[in-house]
């Protein structure tokens, strides 16, 4: 048993590097077993398709983010406000250490999937979308506590939420067009300042 599961993590750790790093179209079945030197028949075992695989991968991303990354930079023991700059600081050493070993950025894998696949496969647009709903509910939580601590004045948590969301992948997307980790370190901070106001 403990072989077999070692054998879908292969596959699965070597798939999500190379779809971080390459185009998911351009990644083929054969590559992802070479990879992770298994056969096709061992790849098929565990994953009936290469959209099973691509699902997957997100579920274990999404994993890790939730109890790595997301889960830090959300630490309820930090103030709600100075959640947003470990946020911006962890996705800017988080690149830049991507950029130092590998020599390019590799942005969000998240970002990168539903740009390449959401207007052509609703299945993977839709557990997308549910890994940011989970992620924009992080920042709407914080942005209630920052209310109710009178850190903030009182704002429509749920849409400034959204937007804050909007902003970090957009500025992580402009940050590799530039192949630049600074320029999150340079626009992050602005994120604070993201609000939308309740309607009377």
Avoid at 172 to 186: D, G, H, T, W, Y
């Amino acid at each position: 048993m403990k072989s077999q599961l070692d054998t879908r993590d292969r596959i699965l750790a070597k798939a999500r590097e190379l779809f971080h790093a390459n185009s998911y179209a351009d990644i083929g079945i054969k590559q992802i077993c070479e990879a992770a030197a298994v056969q096709k028949g061992s790849f098929y075992h565990f994953f009936p398709s290469k959209r099973d695989l691509v699902l997957a991968v997100i579920d274990d991303m999404a994993e890790d983010w939730a109890h790595g990354f997301v889960k830090e930079a959300f630490d309820q023991d930090l103030p709600p406000m100075e959640r947003l700059d470990y946020l911006i600081d962890a996705a800017y050493y988080w690149q830049k250490a991507a950029k130092d070993l590998e020599g390019r950025m590799p942005g969000c894998l998240f970002g990168n999937l539903v740009l390449e696949v959401s207007t052509r496969d609703d299945i993977l647009r839709a557990k997308l979308s549910r890994v940011f709903d989970k992620t924009q509910q992080r920042f709407e939580d914080t942005l209630k506590q920052a209310v109710e601590q009178g850190a903030i004045s009182p704002l429509d948590t749920g849409l400034t939420a959204q937007a804050m969301l909007s902003y970090l992948e957009g500025m992580i997307l402009l940050a590799k067009s530039r192949n630049e980790p600074e320029v999150i370190q340079k626009l992050g901070p602005a994120i604070k300042g993201i609000r939308i106001e309740l309607l009377n």
